[in-house]
């Protein structure tokens, strides 16, 4: 995937934080909207964490890939715990609005990406395979 998309994605996940905020605020008042913004919070950490590890695992190659994949996993656990420990704190309506700004985000850049900008989402070496 190219440079661009990643960097179109990390753009509306953060983008949506704020919009999912209102939607909590709304719809579960100033407890909800809090929630809402420690969840994008914690998704636009868990990408910037994500798109980390792919680019370091990228640059090194098979070279310490092995010890990147355990950390990778590792970093999924904490991104768990720490969401089991924001969800006994803030409201949990709200804390899922926010996380769901990586999905939207992922989703929303990934489209802007291929129809705005025409960037295609499939590698060169997979574009050529047919079923």
Do not use: Y
Request: aromatic content about 6%; some cysteine.
């Amino acid at each position: 995937m190219e440079a661009r998309a990643l960097e179109q994605m990390t753009r509306w996940i953060r983008g949506m934080a704020l919009p999912l905020a209102i939607v909590a605020f709304v719809w579960r008042g100033p407890n909800g909207a809090l929630g809402s913004l420690a969840g994008s919070a914690l998704a636009i950490g868990n990408w910037a964490l994500v798109c980390w590890f792919c680019e370091t695992l990228l640059r090194r190659g098979e070279a310490g890939g092995a010890r990147l994949m355990v950390l990778l996993a590792a970093k999924s656990g904490f991104v768990c715990m720490v969401a089991s420990i924001l969800l006994r704190v803030f409201d949990p309506t709200g804390l899922l609005l926010g996380v769901s700004a990586m999905v939207l985000g992922i989703v929303g850049g990934a489209l802007r990406a291929h129809a705005l900008e025409g960037i295609e989402m499939v590698p060169p070496a997979l574009a050529g395979e047919k079923d």
